[in-house]
């Protein structure tokens, strides 16, 4: 039985076939092969190993929300009322049940999490807003800044630095 690859350990070819599949998740897994020079076989084992470890989360297609409808994004930072550990699960658990919220990211120092929100207008945002102050999240206190464009998002995780270490 072959083991699950340690993130610690991922080698040459697993860089190369992450690398690829980062920039192209639609690439077949013949192409993906020929692109990072091993037989399909050997190329398919090695993603579906990524994907058992958890390393290879998901493929997602990438919207234009200009083209979409035009969205507003909103980040949003929040600051709870309280800081014990069942109010931050609390908070965490409720959170995803918001298909607004695109990104909640926990944050240390001034500011407890920040949230990507999608929106489609500043009154549809103030209206999200204001339902999530009554849903009984322990949001204390929060802050929004108004993404004007995107000047760049969705970059690829840089890899070379990891094989490096």
């Given at each position: 039985?072959?083991?699950?690859?340690?993130?610690a350990?991922?080698d040459?070819?697993?860089?190369r076939i992450l690398?690829?599949?980062?920039?192209?998740?639609?690439?077949?897994?013949?192409?993906?092969?020929?692109r990072?020079?091993?037989s399909?076989?050997?190329c398919?084992?090695r993603l579906r190993a990524l994907?058992t470890a958890?390393?290879?989360?998901g493929?997602?297609?990438?919207?234009?929300p200009?083209?979409?409808?035009?969205?507003?994004?909103?980040?949003?930072?929040?600051?709870l009322?309280?800081?014990?550990?069942?109010?931050q699960?609390?908070?965490?658990?409720?959170?995803g049940?918001f298909?607004e919220?695109?990104?909640c990211?926990?944050i240390g120092?001034?500011?407890?999490?920040l949230l990507?929100?999608?929106?489609l207008?500043m009154?549809?945002y103030q209206?999200?807003m204001?339902?999530?102050?009554?849903a009984?999240?322990g949001?204390?206190q929060y802050?929004?800044?108004?993404?004007?464009?995107p000047?760049?998002s969705?970059?690829?995780i840089?890899l070379?630095?990891?094989?490096?270490?």
């Amino acid at each position: 039985m072959k083991s699950k690859p340690n993130p610690a350990r991922l080698d040459a070819w697993d860089f190369r076939i992450l690398s690829e599949i980062q920039s192209d998740g639609r690439i077949s897994k013949s192409e993906l092969a020929k692109r990072v020079h091993l037989s399909a076989s050997a190329c398919s084992e090695r993603l579906r190993a990524l994907q058992t470890a958890g390393i290879i989360e998901g493929f997602y297609a990438r919207l234009s929300p200009a083209l979409i409808g035009g969205m507003v994004f909103v980040m949003v930072e929040v600051v709870l009322e309280r800081h014990r550990l069942e109010d931050q699960r609390h908070f965490e658990t409720a959170i995803g049940e918001f298909p607004e919220i695109l990104d909640c990211w926990a944050i240390g120092g001034r500011i407890d999490y920040l949230l990507r929100v999608a929106s489609l207008s500043m009154a549809a945002y103030q209206d999200f807003m204001e339902g999530l102050l009554q849903a009984g999240l322990g949001i204390d206190q929060y802050y929004s800044l108004v993404v004007t464009k995107p000047v760049k998002s969705n970059s690829p995780i840089p890899l070379s630095a990891l094989r490096e270490r």
